[in-house]
């Protein structure tokens, strides 16, 4: 039986199933089907169910078969905020934050994004998918089949361009599926020191309609911050990329309370991140247009700053995600162990809610809710079995990666 597959015995099959984004309690609904099953047709779920009732209502044999006896089967984590492509390094400037600098007070300085900004400048193309590649491996072995993608190391029309013709070129290499951000307005280059708004010009004037024209991004995010792109520059940009076609993203509230969540939750932005400092009212603003929270603990926890109040947002109604960030500065790391470890055992989430995070709210995030985040019938067969019998050792085993199978559009791609 050509394309078809048939995975029975799972211990627990989670589904994920229902509206979405999930919001307060619904995050707990996770949908557990005991000694589950499904089958898969080419890349779509064709039937979800017990082990006995697939057998029951469908012929499976001459079905390729996964018996998950004693496994956990889930659908595929999607890390909802990455900046994974980029050329060199900051470990050095690693070391100087373990000794106390700030990370604010590096970029000031000329080092941070603007460093990597110029490694990926000289970087040419093939070097970068090379890099990529490497990035999406380590990504799919730890049971990641979607992953959204920001520019951002560019800050110049060309070297935009690049990373992102980078991006698509490695979605036609690479089973991980990628949705491509614009992130034009991560920081200020030296050309425009001291004239962010003109850059903000630049970014709309010249390089959003050559992004928009080419299809290269679903989204445009820029770094709503202190000393970055004030609220006014950053919803002026983001306005402009919706006249595009483009959805909004932020950066918000991350280093300090800017007001972020609150532009993201009026200008209908599908996400923002990191609200490390995200105000009462911002929370308020976000639950009532049930704009995603993505959340990045990681990055917190690199950068020795305090968790985003999860718990707080979650029960105030905000849908959550939970994401890497993977980026070299504040959080050189793709591992979705730590970051179901930190949302476990200090932003207070339980198992049920974290699995939602990194699964239908994600996909929500990236705007693709309606195709994956759950397996339901009709839906992309993105799925990973774990080598666990339960969802609940995923935080309990800390920073252990529990995936051993990885299907993507019904192939095992891992
Ligand atoms: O999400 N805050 C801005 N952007 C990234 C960091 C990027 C970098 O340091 O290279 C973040 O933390
Ligand atoms: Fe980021």
Known sequence: ?????????????????????????EMNDIEIIHDGALIVENDTIIAVGTTAELLQT??????????????????????????FVFAGDRSEEF?????GMRYIDIMERGGGIMNTVRSTRKADKNELLQLGLTRLNNMLAMGVTTIEGKSGYGLDLETEIKQLEVMKELQQAHAVEIVPTFMGAHA??????????????????????????????????VFCEQGVFSVVESRKLLLAAQKLGLGSKLHADEIVQLGGAELAAEIGAVSAEHLLHISDQGIERMA????????????AFSLREP???????????IPIALAT?????????????????????????????IITALTMNAAAAVGAADRIGSLEVGKQAD????????????????????????????????
Not at 329 to 352: D, K
Request: aromatic share 8%; hydrophobic share 45%; charged share 20%.
């Open 288 to 299: 009532a247009t049930k704009t995603v929270g993505v959340l990045l603990p990681a990055t």
């Open 58 to 83: 469908h012929n499976v044999q001459d079905m390729p078969v996964i018996d998950a006896t004693g496994k956990c089967v889930l659908p595929g984590f999607i890390d909802a905020h990455t900046h």
């Open 383 to 414: 799925i990973i079995i774990l080598e666990e019998p339960s969802h609940l050792f995923l935080p309990y085993r800390v920073g252990m990666n529990l995936v051993s199978t990885v299907i993507k559009k019904g192939k095992v791609a891992w």
């Open 188 to 221: 200020i280059p030296p050309e425009y020191k001291g004239r962010s708004s003109e850059f903000i010009d630049y970014l709309i004037d010249e390089v959003l309609p050559v992004v928009a024209k080419s299809k290269l991004a679903a989204f445009c995010d």
């Open 325 to 353: 960030d993977f980026n070299p500065g504040s959080c050189y790391t793709s591992s979705i162990p730590l970051v179901i470890a930190l949302a476990a055992l200090s932003m207070h989430m339980t198992p049920a809610e």
């Open 1 to 25: 039986m050509e394309g078809k597959l048939f995975i029975k015995h799972a211990h627990e099959l989670v589904t994920c199933a229902g509206s979405f984004p999930k919001i307060g309690k």
């Open 95 to 99: 070391s100087w934050r373990l000794n």
């Open 307 to 317: 968790f985003a109040p999860a718990r707080k947002m979650i029960d105030a109604g």
